[in-house]
């Protein structure tokens, strides 16, 4: 059974930093690319960063290009979302998810983890 | 950027009904467009990937359409277990986007 436990999400200040995990179980992990996707309370769903399944290739909204980077570990079967310069605007449920192949374009993700809460606020 | 627009973004409809949730791209994106699911609280599961393709134990009352830049999703037997939002998504280029999100009420 696929499982993916995000974590790392708490309250930070405008300006600072955090480190999102999620890690997988149940796949053979380094096959699959992996995504991050946002989501704001009470909005819907922002696509934030995808990582190919070698961990070759990395992809980033707009929004957060320069300030958020994702990476992976194929060792321990964890992916991450380093966030810097963290704003108000970022504050959201940050949830990972899998794809269906190793590469990010023409893909769905049929796998998501739990969610982890971002609050930035001073 | 490609822009999903649903329609409509709230419908409130008594079991045992069929629903349909229309999703417009702003430009076409081919089959690379999937369905998912959310209810409160909880984390998105893919219902239908690539248009038409249900993903594996979703109900068969869930369908899908479409080509180029307009889609649908069907419920066909609308069951109380079905009140949730549902959004489209499209992988056809990046960044991916996703619809804006169809509340479903079961009266």
């Given at each position: 059974e696929v499982q993916l436990l995000d974590s790392g999400g708490s309250l930070v200040q405008p300006g600072g930093s955090l480190r999102l995990s999620c890690a997988a179980s149940?796949?053979?992990?380094?096959?699959?690319?992996?995504?991050?996707?946002?989501?704001?309370?009470g909005k819907g769903l922002e696509w934030v960063s995808a990582v190919?399944?070698?961990?070759?290739?990395?992809?980033?909204?707009?929004?957060?290009?320069?300030?958020?980077?994702?990476?992976?570990d194929n060792s321990k079967n964890i992916i991450?979302?380093?966030?810097?310069?963290?704003?108000?605007?970022?504050?959201?449920?940050?949830?990972?998810?899998?794809?269906?192949?190793?590469?990010?374009?023409?893909?769905?993700?049929d796998s998501w983890g739990q969610?982890?809460?971002?609050?930035?606020?001073? | 950027e490609i822009v999903l627009t649903q329609s409509?973004?709230?419908?409130?409809?008594?079991?045992?009904e069929k629903v349909t949730i229309i999703c417009r791209a702003s430009q076409s994106i081919g089959g690379n467009l999937h369905w998912y699911q959310q209810k409160p609280h909880q984390s998105p599961k893919l219902l239908i990937k690539y248009v038409s393709q249900s993903f594996s134990g979703v109900p068969s009352r869930?369908?899908?359409?479409?080509?180029?830049?307009?889609?649908?999703?069907?419920?066909?037997?609308?069951?109380?277990?079905?009140?949730?939002?549902?959004?489209?998504?499209?992988?056809?280029?990046?960044?991916?986007?996703f619809g804006q999100g169809t509340k479903l009420e079961i009266k």
């Open positions: 149940g796949f053979n992990f380094s096959t699959y690319a992996m995504s991050w996707v946002r989501q704001a309370p190919s399944g070698s961990g070759n290739y990395t992809y980033y909204a707009d929004s957060v290009k320069g300030r958020f980077s994702i990476s992976r991450y979302l380093q966030m810097n310069a963290l704003r108000a605007a970022d504050t959201a449920v940050y949830f990972c998810a899998k794809s269906i192949f190793g590469v990010v374009m023409n893909t769905a993700w969610g982890t809460l971002v609050t930035v606020s001073s | 409509p973004e709230f419908q409130s409809v008594p079991p045992k869930f369908s899908g359409s479409g080509s180029g830049t307009e889609f649908t999703l069907t419920i066909n037997g609308l069951e109380a277990e079905d009140a949730a939002t549902y959004y489209c998504h499209q992988s056809s280029s990046l960044p991916h986007t």
